[in-house]
């Protein structure tokens, strides 16, 4: 009993004894970096001030670095080692996100040049900064988009192509319209109830981004019409056929303004400053002052000047005969006797002479007799493929268009068994 409470009080005082020296020995000193790189328990990115602005138009760059967080003398010195971007060339609306840590002086600049291109300038403390570009990797595949129209185009692909963002859903639609602008006029021709279905690549990059690419093949009923197109490979070129084998490009675009609503149409209506109820020889297409008017085809100019009521006027003489007459411009950027080419810029939208708003007023003269420019310009179509090229573009026809036909069932079953309140 005697021999264990000695041990017992003998083993007690070597513990005292230990924690006497431990606690007289000095503690070594840990440098702060050291206890901040400890581990996850010390939180370094609370310390990072983020910021994401664009640049605004007609502003410098270093201007726009200025206001998203960095020093004036930052700002010089990161575009200083710019190499990848020209810092006057950076376009307006683009993203700039920077990371500045106010207690090291580190600082991180990312410029979103493109939706697949970045720019990034990095500066660790005690360093110049650095420039890195990074472009982003995309995989493809193709998915099937489009609907019925209840208004327009652009509505029609918006509702049925769940498969991009929504910005992307409205490029989409105009790039469609671009290919189909020697066919269609989609302000005037495309009705309620026409359909569209269009088989198109889908480009997904690794951060997550989805984009459109190609068009590989589309069909429509508009106006009650049906019109297929698709891409095709004759070589080293590719382009976009109707499924006849024909060029969709054609002598003649079918409207003088890339991007358009329309006023009124051909027919009989009331002048709006006569006041008299007359023929009305062509169609108005209401636009902002300035858009650019494009000449509709190939020709020479007959007349370029004012001309009574149309105000600023362009005539176009072309080579199957037709005229084509612009008027109510703003400005005009040809003069009589010049030569044109089919989309060139040929003036501006106003409203000169006769008008009560800004519009186009185009017309269409068919061995001096006006016509419909609707009627007249339906039947415009491009060349046909060569005699040796049509079995690879039928059987590619084939396919494709089975796909597209399987997309459209399917999205369409899809959207028959979602809940009405959907």
């Not at 998203?68 to 376009?91: C, M, N, Y």
């Not at 066919?183 to 026409?194: A, E, G, I």
């Not at 509709?296 to 080579?319: D, M, P, Q, S």
């Amino acid at each position: 009993m005697n021999a264990s409470r000695t041990l017992l009080l003998a083993a007690g005082c070597l513990g005292i004894g230990a924690a006497v020296i431990a606690l007289g020995r000095p503690v070594q000193e840990r440098p702060a970096a050291s206890v901040l790189a400890a581990g996850p328990r010390v939180s370094v990115a609370a310390r990072w001030r983020t910021k994401v602005d664009t640049i605004r138009r007609g502003e410098p760059l270093s201007v726009a670095l200025e206001r998203a967080g960095l020093a004036p003398e930052e700002a010089v010195q990161a575009l200083s080692v710019a190499s990848a971007l020209d810092p006057r060339k950076v376009r307006a609306g683009t993203t700039i996100t920077t990371r500045v840590d106010p207690d090291s002086g580190a600082a991180e600049v990312v410029l979103q040049l493109a939706i697949d291109r970045v720019v990034r300038f990095t500066r660790t403390f005690g360093k110049p900064w650095v420039e890195q570009e990074e472009t982003l990797q995309w995989t493809t595949d193709t998915v099937v988009v489009g609907g019925v129209v209840t208004s327009t185009l652009t509505a029609a692909i918006a509702a049925g192509a769940d498969a991009f963002p929504e910005k992307q859903r409205t490029e989409l639609a105009y790039a469609l319209a671009d290919i189909l602008e020697y066919r269609v006029d989609l302000s005037r021709d495309l009705q309620k109830n026409d359909s569209v279905g269009v088989l198109v690549e889908r480009q997904t990059a690794e951060n997550g981004l989805v984009r459109p690419g190609n068009i590989i093949a589309a069909r429509m009923t508009v106006d009650g019409r049906p019109i297929e197109t698709m891409r095709f490979t004759q070589g080293t070129r590719v382009a976009y056929f109707d499924g006849e084998g024909k060029a969709m490009r054609a002598a003649f675009l079918r409207a003088p303004l890339a991007f358009r609503r329309i006023s009124s149409v051909f027919g009989m209506r009331r002048h709006p400053i006569l006041g008299t109820v007359r023929r009305h020889a062509g169609t108005d297409y209401a636009a902002a002052a300035g858009t650019p008017v494009r000449a509709l085809g190939n020709g020479r100019v007959v007349f370029a000047g004012w001309r009574g009521g149309y105000g600023k006027t362009i005539e176009i003489r072309h080579t199957n005969g037709f005229v084509t007459r612009y008027g109510h411009l703003r400005a005009i950027h040809v003069r009589a006797g010049q030569s044109v080419n089919i989309s060139q810029t040929i003036g501006q939208v106003g409203s000169t002479g006769l008008s009560t708003a800004p519009h186009l007023h185009f017309e269409v003269l068919v061995n001096g007799v006006h016509r419909d420019p609707r009627i007249a310009l339906r039947n415009q179509s491009g060349e046909p493929l060569a005699a040796s090229q049509r079995r690879a573009f039928a059987e590619l026809k084939a396919r494709l268009f089975a796909q597209l036909e399987q997309g459209m069932q399917l999205a369409s079953r899809v959207t028959s068994a979602r809940p009405s309140g959907d």
